[in-house]
Protein backbone atom coordinates (compact mmCIF):
# COMPACT_ATOMS: atom_id res chain seq x y z
CA UNK A 1 0.00 0.00 0.00
CA UNK A 2 1.70 3.14 -1.27
CA UNK A 3 -0.75 5.56 0.15
CA UNK A 4 -4.69 5.98 0.70
CA UNK A 5 -5.49 5.14 -2.97
CA UNK A 6 -8.77 4.20 -1.94
CA UNK A 7 -9.99 7.82 -1.44
CA UNK A 8 -10.41 9.43 -4.75
CA UNK A 9 -11.28 13.19 -4.20
CA UNK A 10 -10.16 15.29 -1.70
CA UNK A 11 -12.68 15.94 0.75
CA UNK A 12 -14.69 18.97 1.47
CA UNK A 13 -13.11 20.48 4.34
CA UNK A 14 -13.67 23.80 5.85
CA UNK A 15 -11.32 24.66 9.69
CA UNK A 16 -14.24 26.41 10.94
CA UNK A 17 -16.86 24.03 10.91
CA UNK A 18 -18.67 22.81 13.63
CA UNK A 19 -20.14 23.36 17.13
CA UNK A 20 -16.57 22.71 18.87
CA UNK A 21 -13.47 24.13 18.67
CA UNK A 22 -9.50 23.28 18.15
CA UNK A 23 -6.67 23.23 20.25
CA UNK A 24 -3.44 21.53 21.50
CA UNK A 25 -4.24 18.68 23.71
CA UNK A 26 -1.16 16.18 23.77
CA UNK A 27 1.23 18.09 22.04
CA UNK A 28 -1.53 18.09 18.72
CA UNK A 29 -3.98 20.39 17.69
CA UNK A 30 -7.32 18.36 17.83
CA UNK A 31 -11.20 19.67 17.26
CA UNK A 32 -12.72 18.97 20.22
CA UNK A 33 -16.83 19.01 21.23
CA UNK A 34 -19.37 17.98 22.99
CA UNK A 35 -19.69 17.71 27.30
CA UNK A 36 -16.10 18.93 28.44
CA UNK A 37 -17.45 17.95 31.84
CA UNK A 38 -18.17 14.22 30.76
CA UNK A 39 -16.05 11.41 32.29
CA UNK A 40 -16.21 9.70 28.79
CA UNK A 41 -14.36 10.88 26.08
CA UNK A 42 -14.48 9.39 22.49
CA UNK A 43 -11.20 9.60 20.22
CA UNK A 44 -12.00 9.61 16.61
CA UNK A 45 -9.12 9.35 14.15
CA UNK A 46 -10.07 10.24 10.66
CA UNK A 47 -8.73 9.09 7.40
CA UNK A 48 -5.33 10.51 5.34
CA UNK A 49 -7.77 13.81 4.31
CA UNK A 50 -7.20 14.81 8.03
CA UNK A 51 -9.56 15.85 10.69
CA UNK A 52 -11.04 19.15 9.35
CA UNK A 53 -13.33 16.70 7.00
CA UNK A 54 -17.02 18.66 7.42
CA UNK A 55 -18.66 15.01 7.93
CA UNK A 56 -16.17 14.15 10.18
CA UNK A 57 -17.29 16.71 12.71
CA UNK A 58 -20.96 16.90 11.87
CA UNK A 59 -20.56 12.98 13.48
CA UNK A 60 -18.35 14.45 16.23
CA UNK A 61 -20.74 17.30 16.83
CA UNK A 62 -23.85 14.85 16.93
CA UNK A 63 -22.01 12.23 19.18
CA UNK A 64 -20.77 15.11 21.58
CA UNK A 65 -24.46 16.03 21.32
CA UNK A 66 -25.50 13.06 23.68
CA UNK A 67 -23.28 13.34 26.65
CA UNK A 68 -19.77 12.43 25.34
CA UNK A 69 -16.77 14.47 25.15
CA UNK A 70 -15.14 13.79 21.10
CA UNK A 71 -11.49 14.66 20.47
CA UNK A 72 -10.41 14.25 16.52
CA UNK A 73 -6.81 15.02 16.55
CA UNK A 74 -4.83 15.98 13.70
CA UNK A 75 -2.55 13.00 13.98
CA UNK A 76 -1.05 14.82 10.39
CA UNK A 77 0.49 17.62 11.75
CA UNK A 78 -1.11 19.73 8.82
CA UNK A 79 0.50 16.75 6.30
CA UNK A 80 -2.68 15.53 4.60
CA UNK A 81 -3.34 12.97 1.77
CA UNK A 82 -4.54 14.74 -1.38
CA UNK A 83 -4.92 12.46 -4.42
CA UNK A 84 -3.60 15.61 -6.86
CA UNK A 85 -0.38 14.87 -4.90
CA UNK A 86 2.58 14.20 -7.43
CA UNK A 87 3.51 10.05 -7.46
CA UNK A 88 6.88 10.54 -5.86
CA UNK A 89 5.12 12.42 -2.89
CA UNK A 90 2.35 10.51 -2.82
CA UNK A 91 4.40 7.01 -2.32
CA UNK A 92 6.09 8.58 0.45
CA UNK A 93 2.92 9.68 2.35
CA UNK A 94 2.31 6.78 4.11
CA UNK A 95 6.13 5.90 5.88
CA UNK A 96 5.99 9.57 6.66
CA UNK A 97 2.62 9.39 8.25
CA UNK A 98 3.05 5.98 9.85
CA UNK A 99 -0.47 4.60 12.48
CA UNK A 100 2.59 3.49 14.61
CA UNK A 101 3.64 7.41 14.92
CA UNK A 102 -0.57 7.61 15.72
CA UNK A 103 -0.44 5.42 17.97
CA UNK A 104 2.42 6.89 20.17
CA UNK A 105 0.38 10.26 19.91
CA UNK A 106 -2.81 8.87 20.93
CA UNK A 107 -1.70 7.21 23.61
CA UNK A 108 -0.70 10.98 24.82
CA UNK A 109 -4.18 12.54 24.27
CA UNK A 110 -5.72 9.83 26.63
CA UNK A 111 -3.54 10.34 29.11
CA UNK A 112 -4.12 13.91 29.31
CA UNK A 113 -7.49 13.33 28.62
CA UNK A 114 -7.46 11.01 32.10
CA UNK A 115 -5.71 13.38 33.74
CA UNK A 116 -8.52 15.89 33.26
CA UNK A 117 -11.09 13.88 34.34
CA UNK A 118 -12.02 11.43 31.93
CA UNK A 119 -12.36 7.84 33.55
CA UNK A 120 -13.27 6.11 29.88
CA UNK A 121 -12.07 6.57 26.89
CA UNK A 122 -13.31 4.87 23.70
CA UNK A 123 -11.68 5.15 19.73
CA UNK A 124 -13.11 4.96 16.69
CA UNK A 125 -10.98 5.10 13.55
CA UNK A 126 -11.95 5.63 9.90
CA UNK A 127 -9.44 3.80 6.67
CA UNK A 128 -5.48 4.99 8.01
CA UNK A 129 -7.58 5.96 11.37
CA UNK A 130 -8.91 2.12 11.98
CA UNK A 131 -5.65 1.30 10.83
CA UNK A 132 -4.18 3.30 13.65
CA UNK A 133 -7.09 2.33 16.36
CA UNK A 134 -6.29 -1.03 15.71
CA UNK A 135 -2.82 -0.58 17.23
CA UNK A 136 -3.86 1.31 19.96
CA UNK A 137 -6.36 -1.82 20.85
CA UNK A 138 -3.12 -3.51 21.81
CA UNK A 139 -3.23 -1.19 24.99
CA UNK A 140 -5.62 -0.64 27.54
CA UNK A 141 -5.59 2.72 27.54
CA UNK A 142 -8.87 2.70 25.92
CA UNK A 143 -11.83 0.61 26.95
CA UNK A 144 -13.09 -0.27 23.60
CA UNK A 145 -12.61 0.43 19.88
CA UNK A 146 -14.18 0.28 16.63
CA UNK A 147 -13.23 0.56 13.14
CA UNK A 148 -14.40 1.33 10.02
CA UNK A 149 -13.88 0.57 6.55
CA UNK A 150 -9.99 0.53 7.88
CA UNK A 151 -6.80 0.57 5.96
CA UNK A 152 -4.83 -2.64 5.43
CA UNK A 153 -4.40 -4.97 8.52
CA UNK A 154 -2.27 -7.00 9.46
CA UNK A 155 -3.16 -11.02 11.72
CA UNK A 156 -0.75 -9.63 14.23
CA UNK A 157 -2.33 -6.46 14.85
CA UNK A 158 -5.49 -7.94 15.43
CA UNK A 159 -4.33 -10.81 17.19
CA UNK A 160 -2.48 -8.67 19.42
CA UNK A 161 -6.14 -6.91 20.08
CA UNK A 162 -6.77 -6.89 24.01
CA UNK A 163 -9.56 -4.49 24.16
CA UNK A 164 -13.52 -5.21 22.88
CA UNK A 165 -12.92 -4.45 19.08
CA UNK A 166 -15.39 -4.02 16.33
CA UNK A 167 -14.59 -4.38 12.68
CA UNK A 168 -17.43 -2.15 10.41
CA UNK A 169 -16.48 -3.08 6.51
CA UNK A 170 -18.07 -2.56 3.20
CA UNK A 171 -18.67 -5.54 0.56
CA UNK A 172 -17.66 -3.65 -2.18
CA UNK A 173 -14.33 -2.45 -0.50
CA UNK A 174 -11.35 -3.02 -2.51
CA UNK A 175 -8.46 -1.57 0.16
CA UNK A 176 -10.22 -4.05 2.91
CA UNK A 177 -12.30 -6.42 1.26
CA UNK A 178 -15.10 -8.38 2.80
CA UNK A 179 -13.16 -11.24 2.94
CA UNK A 180 -10.03 -10.05 5.12
CA UNK A 181 -12.76 -8.64 7.18
CA UNK A 182 -14.01 -12.08 7.86
CA UNK A 183 -10.73 -13.63 8.10
CA UNK A 184 -10.07 -10.46 11.48
CA UNK A 185 -13.25 -11.82 12.78
CA UNK A 186 -12.01 -15.40 12.71
CA UNK A 187 -9.45 -14.26 14.49
CA UNK A 188 -11.07 -12.33 16.87
CA UNK A 189 -13.48 -15.08 17.48
CA UNK A 190 -10.46 -17.75 18.64
CA UNK A 191 -9.86 -15.21 21.48
CA UNK A 192 -12.95 -15.91 23.98
CA UNK A 193 -10.87 -13.12 26.53
CA UNK A 194 -11.78 -10.48 23.90
CA UNK A 195 -15.32 -9.12 23.13
CA UNK A 196 -15.82 -8.69 19.19
CA UNK A 197 -18.19 -7.83 16.72
CA UNK A 198 -17.77 -7.79 12.52
CA UNK A 199 -20.37 -6.30 10.28
CA UNK A 200 -20.09 -6.50 6.44
CA UNK A 201 -22.44 -3.76 4.52
CA UNK A 202 -24.14 -4.61 1.90
CA UNK A 203 -23.43 -3.10 -1.23
CA UNK A 204 -20.95 0.04 0.00
CA UNK A 205 -17.79 0.46 -0.85
CA UNK A 206 -14.49 1.75 0.91
CA UNK A 207 -15.45 5.07 2.66
CA UNK A 208 -19.12 4.78 2.95
CA UNK A 209 -19.63 5.71 6.83
CA UNK A 210 -17.49 9.09 6.24
CA UNK A 211 -17.43 10.13 2.73
CA UNK A 212 -20.88 9.64 1.54
CA UNK A 213 -23.62 11.93 -0.29
CA UNK A 214 -25.71 12.97 2.48
CA UNK A 215 -28.42 13.60 -0.71
CA UNK A 216 -28.20 10.20 -1.25
CA UNK A 217 -30.91 8.21 0.73
CA UNK A 218 -29.45 4.84 0.91
CA UNK A 219 -25.96 6.59 1.21
CA UNK A 220 -26.88 8.38 3.66
CA UNK A 221 -28.57 5.18 5.70
CA UNK A 222 -25.96 2.63 5.57
CA UNK A 223 -23.67 5.62 7.22
CA UNK A 224 -26.03 6.64 9.76
CA UNK A 225 -26.83 2.65 10.52
CA UNK A 226 -22.46 2.30 10.71
CA UNK A 227 -22.51 5.60 13.23
CA UNK A 228 -25.48 3.64 15.42
CA UNK A 229 -23.57 0.21 15.65
CA UNK A 230 -20.31 2.06 16.69
CA UNK A 231 -21.85 4.14 19.21
CA UNK A 232 -23.91 1.28 20.37
CA UNK A 233 -20.84 -0.76 20.65
CA UNK A 234 -18.91 2.28 22.32
CA UNK A 235 -21.40 3.07 25.09
CA UNK A 236 -21.34 -0.52 26.05
CA UNK A 237 -17.72 -0.33 27.29
CA UNK A 238 -17.64 3.34 28.80
CA UNK A 239 -18.93 3.08 32.02
Known amino acids: MSGPECCANPPEVNSSF?????????????????????????LLASDAFGYEGVMLRKLADKIGGLGYMIVVPDFFFGDYYYSAMPPEIREKWLPNNPPEKGCENALKIIAQLKSRGSAAVGAAGFCWGGMMVTKLAKYEDIKAAVILHPGRL?????????????????????????EEVKHYGEILSAKPQVESFVKIF?????GWASRY??????????AEEAHTDMLNWLSKYLI
Open 202 to 206: PGVAH
Open 213 to 222: NEDDELAARN
Open 18 to 42: GKGCVEEIGGLKAYITGDRSSSQAI
Open 154 to 178: TDDDVNEVKVPFAILGGELDQLCPQ
